[in-house]
């Protein structure tokens, strides 16, 4: 990791194990997981793939609160992981029809770009 003025400029990727994926999740689950925390727990799923496919329960459930960013992780963690395909694709297509909220209008765009992604 390197740093300039304070700001983190570039930090190594953490390799998935369990107990980092199962910590994932359940922060990613609770009530006081904000924008810009979501953003570093989403990166780490989304690094990890379908290794990471054990967290589709919790993606599932907040898709409506980060739908641009949940619904590109969905794609990548759901590749080649069959038992949750039917559920990721159900969950991505009510979300193109689900109105935008206010000040997040690509949610529906980033649900139709992920469902093509898995097409």
């Avoid at 390197?2 to 983190?8: C, D, K, P, T």
């Avoid at 780490?44 to 609160?65: D, N, T």
């Avoid at 969950?91 to 649900?111: D, K, T």
């Amino acid at each position: 990791m390197s740093e300039a003025g304070g700001r983190i400029r570039y930090v190594r990727p953490l390799a998935c194990d369990a107990a980092l994926l199962e910590a994932v999740r359940a922060r990613l689950a609770s009530d006081g997981v904000g924008e810009e925390e979501s953003v570093y727990l989403l990166g780490l799923l989304a690094h990890w793939g379908p290794k990471a496919s054990s967290a589709i329960p919790e993606l599932l459930a907040v898709l409506p609160r980060f739908p641009r960013r949940v619904s590109e992780v969905l794609a990548s963690v759901v590749a080649g992981v069959e038992e949750y395909r039917e559920a990721v694709v159900d969950a991505l297509e009510a979300a193109v029809g689900r109105p935008a909220a206010v000040g997040r209008p690509e949610g529906g765009e980033a649900a139709a770009a992920a469902l093509r992604r898995l097409a």
